[in-house]
């Protein structure tokens, strides 16, 4: 096994596939070059000109066309350089890609990835930061996959790919080099859809995703004597994975859910509706939610920043909360 | 009165291949007169067809290769789509919703067409949408170094969105082999040309994207079949993508919730009835000989037989299962 960054095991899965199936053609804006994050670093020499496609800056082109391509047996990588530009792409994404199957009766599919780095933390302010993915996952036909981990990401990435349906793939930019983890050389895919166990606990489950997983790991870490606390990598936001939700929360009776996007309609409250309906009885706390307050995006002066987005010490002081009921 | 100055000889259609058209032409519009009056029965919840531009839609989509080109339309071509080979029991089924419906299987509103096998590619109703598709279709032809060509049809309201824009600029940078067919019909429902845009003409946005554009009399089956067929040809022989304005008339409201009556005057109206496409074709072809009162008559009561028959089945046809409107949303649930 190798030990990667996140982003390089994403270039490398990416790569694989490039060259398992030439169906498979990435286009965005900078990829030629390597990309700003260098996921497509080396790709234009090996695979030329009609695989890795640099496109003016359109999106709403770059989703389209990405469209029009799986339409006629392509597999599409459409890169949006920031997910906080993903928005002139909306109509593509949400009248086009995700009702294309629905609409067509099944006639037509669109076996596609968007990929797009999100979140904060990175000195990005409000268009360089944000966290969009509860716009995408709300929208179904869509399938949302938030991966924390370079195995995760890899092993995601792939199913992606290899899905018959559109697919959102947000990576949290901060994790790109900051986590490293081990790899797998020989080829492998994660299914979509499941969540993961990243700790055991059998006081209190925190249901988390990107980022934030490491943050409420170190957190749990550091409350470890006081109270035992179990995280669940969400990984998938749509479809979520209930029966794992579901299975934690039933054991440690509490849940405290972690996001770095906006608290109001985010993640968080579908998690949190999902616990209240069907694990209700087993409840000894209320479900609570921690996440960005309700601002527009990050702001950018380090204070502002700071104020806005999670951090261990944010975690550990929710899990105390809610572990004392 | 529309001059057809084009000789159909020359273009290489034979006079089979002008009464194939007409009979498309005619076929469209008996279609759209019935979905009218089902609609106006309170058979049909909502109509919308595109009278006034059968002749461009028949005679650009006579160029298509049927099955190997693929041909992205909007909603009002039911003309293109006829040529190219659904059936109006196909599109009766659409009007009625019901679950044999090619399109949709009953799951949009009626003409948003579709059908796989035709390469016929399902539309929506945001406009100009489906430009990027028809883009990013014949960028995958390309890179595959495949010899079909695709033709995306869209009205003038649509050379207002962004997506009509992005699409072209990509297409003329990548010389993408497609065609893009305005049917400019002078209104966006109720918005007319002069608030739509500065210039006098669609094609002339062409420019700016780096590839020819024509206009055409869309009334005129013989300009638009040569203008078609040079794009075409142009898309597959790698000369990249042309942008063809075809100027036609809208003889119907937007739709079958709209009353146009609100926002055109009576002569505009009576006008454009005037300038009606299809007893033009019937006169240009009378003129030349090659339609005979005897093969008129034949085409009529063939076309008034196919309205009655497609009506019949698909008023008979069932419709969808309830519970069919929560399938399909993702492949791996069947």
């Known amino acids: 096994m190798a030990t990667k960054t996140v982003i390089e095991a994403l270039r490398d899965a990416l790569h694989e596939e490039m060259q398992r199936d030439e169906r498979v053609l990435v286009m965005g804006e900078d990829v030629e070059e390597g990309g700003v994050f260098r996921a497509t670093e080396g790709f234009l020499a090996e695979f030329g000109p009609g695989r890795i496609i640099d496109t003016p800056l359109s999106e709403s082109l770059i989703v389209g066309a990405a469209i029009g391509a799986a339409l006629n047996g392509m597999r599409p990588v459409a890169e949006i350089q920031f997910a906080d530009f993903i928005h002139p792409a909306m109509d593509q994404i949400v009248s086009e890609a995700a009702r294309m199957r629905y609409r067509s009766n099944g006639a037509f599919s669109c076996p596609m990835v968007i990929r797009a780095p999100s979140g904060g933390g990175i000195h990005g302010a409000l268009y360089h930061s944000q966290n969009v993915e509860a716009l995408f996952a709300h929208v179904p036909g869509l399938k949302v996959v938030a991966p924390s981990t370079p195995y995760d990401a890899a092993g995601l990435l792939k199913a992606a790919i290899r899905d018959d349906d559109p697919v959102l793939f947000f990576e949290h930019k901060k994790t790109y080099r900051l986590i490293k983890g081990e790899v797998p050389e020989q080829d492998y895919v994660l299914p979509i859809g499941k969540a993961n166990v990243v700790r055991q606990g059998k006081d209190l489950s925190i249901l988390t995703y990107g980022l934030a997983v490491h943050q409420c790991l170190e957190a749990a870490e550091a409350l470890a004597q006081e109270v035992s606390v179990e995280v669940v990598d969400l990984r998938t936001l749509a479809p979520l994975d209930k029966e794992a939700i579901l299975e934690s929360v039933r054991k440690t009776g509490k849940a405290l859910i972690v996001h770095e996007d906006n608290l109001t309609g985010g993640i968080g409250g579908e998690v949190a509706a999902i616990i209240a309906e069907e694990a209700f009885d087993y409840l000894d706390g209320p479900v609570m939610r921690l996440a960005m307050p309700d601002v527009p995006a990050v702001p950018y002066s380090p204070p502002l920043e700071e104020y806005c987005l999670l951090n261990p010490e944010k975690i550990a002081a929710a899990i105390r909360k809610l572990a004392a009921y | ?334």
């Open chain 2, 1 to 334: 009165m529309v001059v057809v100055k084009e000789s159909p000889a020359a273009l290489g259609l034979t006079e089979g291949d002008l009464i194939e058209m007409y009979y498309k032409v005619v076929l469209s519009r008996a279609l759209s007169a019935r979905m009218w009056i089902l609609n106006r029965m309170g058979r049909a919840p909502f109509a919308i067809t595109g009278d006034g531009h059968e002749v461009a839609q028949v005679a650009s989509a006579f160029t298509v290769k049927p099955g190997k080109d693929w041909v992205v339309p909007y909603y009002r071509d039911m003309g293109v789509v006829l040529t190219v080979g659904m059936t109006p029991r196909d599109l009766m089924l659409g009007l009625l919703a019901k679950a044999a419906d090619p399109s949709s299987g009953g799951r949009q509103m009626p003409s948003h067409f579709g059908h796989a096998k035709l390469r016929i590619v399902s539309g929506s109703s945001p406009v100009a949408t489906q430009i990027p598709h028809a883009v990013g279709i014949a960028l995958a032809s390309k890179l595959r170094g495949e010899k079909d060509a695709t033709i995306v049809y869209f009205g003038d309201g649509a050379t207002s969105k962004g997506d009509f824009h992005e699409g072209l600029n990509f297409a003329g940078v990548h010389r993408l082999p497609v065609v893009f067919f305005c049917e400019n019909n002078g209104y966006a429902i109720s918005v007319p040309l002069k608030k739509q845009m500065a210039i006098a003409h669609v094609s002339e946005r062409a420019a700016g994207y780096g590839f020819p554009g024509v206009t055409v009399d869309g009334n005129d089956p013989l300009a638009v079949y040569a203008a078609s067929k040079e794009a075409l040809q142009r898309a597959r022989s790698g000369e990249g993508p042309t942008l063809i304005e075809a100027v036609v008339q809208r003889l119907v409201p937007h739709s079958s919730d709209d009353d146009q009556r609100r926002y055109r005057s009576q002569e505009e109206i009576e006008a454009g009835k005037l300038a009606d496409p299809v007893p033009q074709f019937k006169a240009y072809l009378e003129k030349e000989g090659l339609l005979t009162a005897e093969q008129n008559e034949e085409i009529n009561k063939r076309v008034a037989k196919e309205v009655d028959d497609a009506t019949d089945f698909a008023e008979k046809s069932p419709y969808p299962q309830p519970e069919e409107a929560v399938t399909r949303v993702y492949g791996s649930e069947g």
